[in-house]
């Protein structure tokens, strides 16, 4: 499941308006998503869990977070550069394809072939425009044209209102990597990884409302373990593929908040804080208090 939500995070790369003319009513957070202060020597910040695509309307920023951003000094994303679609789109096609690809079709086991065929033409795409990228950036432009019936879109999503609060305030932004350590990460993977992502992302074609649904109910009201239930009851990402683009993510983004002093707001997709080596575990492992403030 963390690697389906994980592509929500990248969905804007393709450029596909992700609006339906009858959208489902967003809804409103009670309690709120889940914050944490991150806390050691000189550094006092925030850790906050996000969802990078949402429906209109979701009402999201408490007063609790509204004051952890006031007081923050500057924000931290997982790639500050993600926000330049121009750059974010160049670097995809430059690392996602290549020359003499077999069709896509080839690339799955045979008895998968049909299920992909099927999710390709409901997601809207084509198997020959799939065929020139690589599985792993197949994958991903498939998971974001099966999108489009979520009426989700991430310009609605969190970061673009972190991004607009802290340029209003004059405050730094940064990020934990770039784009090119987080296309990286699946760009690195053998073809055997590749071809098994593309596979679960064809399985997670099939209920894609009902699980975003739920994991969307459950950041609102900031239940971690809902989130951590989804990732048990989903179909299990394949190990390798699990270690590149989550787990040694995490290590290093530790590696980069380690150094930091001051009062960083550190936002990260929310299915990095939950599962085996998630951040906030390598946080304390690493000696950080981390509470949970809402």
């Given at each position: 499941?963390?690697?389906?939500?994980?592509?929500?995070?990248?969905?804007?790369?393709?450029?596909?308006?992700?609006?339906?003319?009858?959208?489902?009513?967003?809804?409103?957070?009670?309690?709120?998503?889940?914050?944490?202060q991150?806390?050691?020597?000189?550094?006092?910040?925030?850790?906050?869990?996000?969802?990078?695509v949402?429906?209109?309307?979701?009402?999201?920023?408490?007063?609790?977070?509204?004051?952890?951003?006031?007081?923050?000094?500057?924000?931290?994303?997982?790639?500050?550069?993600l926000?330049?679609?121009?750059?974010?789109?160049?670097?995809?096609?430059?690392?996602?394809?290549?020359?003499?690809?077999?069709?896509?079709?080839?690339?799955?086991?045979?008895?998968?072939?049909?299920?992909?065929?099927?999710?390709?033409?409901?997601?809207?795409?084509?198997?020959?425009?799939?065929?020139?990228?690589?599985?792993?950036?197949?994958?991903?432009?498939?998971?974001?044209?099966?999108?489009?019936?979520?009426?989700?879109?991430?310009?609605?999503?969190?970061?673009?209102?972190?991004i607009?609060?802290?340029?209003?305030?004059?405050?730094?932004?940064?990020g934990?990597?770039?784009?090119?350590?987080?296309?990286?990460?699946?760009?690195?993977?053998?073809?055997?990884?590749?071809?098994?992502?593309?596979?679960q992302?064809?399985?997670?074609?099939?209920?894609?409302?009902?699980l975003?649904?739920?994991?969307?109910?459950?950041?609102?009201?900031?239940?971690?373990?809902?989130?951590?239930?989804?990732?048990?009851?989903?179909?299990?990402?394949?190990?390798?593929?699990?270690?590149?683009?989550?787990?040694?993510?995490?290590?290093?983004?530790?590696?980069?908040?380690?150094?930091?002093?001051?009062?960083?707001?550190?936002?990260?997709?929310?299915?990095?804080?939950?599962?085996?080596?998630?951040?906030?575990?390598?946080?304390?492992?690493?000696?950080?208090?981390?509470?949970?403030?809402?």
């Amino acid at each position: 499941m963390r690697l389906f939500t994980h592509f929500l995070a990248l969905c804007a790369l393709t450029l596909v308006a992700a609006c339906g003319s009858d959208p489902a009513p967003a809804p409103v957070a009670k309690s709120g998503p889940a914050l944490w202060q991150v806390q050691r020597g000189e550094m006092k910040g925030w850790l906050f869990g996000t969802i990078h695509v949402l429906p209109k309307g979701v009402a999201w920023e408490t007063p609790t977070i509204s004051e952890a951003m006031a007081k923050a000094d500057r924000l931290v994303l997982e790639a500050a550069d993600l926000q330049d679609e121009e750059k974010t789109l160049a670097l995809f096609e430059s690392m996602g394809r290549s020359p003499g690809l077999p069709p896509l079709d080839r690339r799955v086991p045979e008895e998968e072939q049909a299920a992909l065929n099927k999710a390709i033409s409901e997601g809207g795409t084509s198997t020959q425009l799939l065929s020139g990228y690589e599985s792993w950036a197949a994958a991903m432009l498939l998971s974001a044209a099966t999108q489009q019936a979520l009426n989700v879109s991430q310009d609605d999503g969190v970061e673009p209102v972190l991004i607009a609060t802290f340029k209003k305030a004059g405050k730094p932004i940064g990020g934990l990597e770039t784009i090119e350590r987080q296309f990286g990460a699946f760009d690195t993977l053998p073809q055997a990884a590749q071809s098994r992502l593309l596979v679960q992302t064809v399985h997670e074609a099939k209920d894609m409302k009902g699980l975003y649904d739920r994991i969307l109910k459950a950041w609102t009201t900031g239940d971690m373990d809902a989130i951590a239930k989804e990732d048990e009851n989903g179909e299990q990402p394949d190990p390798m593929v699990e270690e590149a683009v989550l787990v040694a993510r995490n290590r290093d983004w530790v590696k980069a908040i380690e150094p930091m002093k001051g009062a960083p707001f550190i936002a990260v997709g929310a299915g990095h804080l939950t599962g085996r080596e998630n951040l906030i575990d390598l946080l304390k492992a690493r000696g950080f208090a981390v509470t949970r403030v809402q």
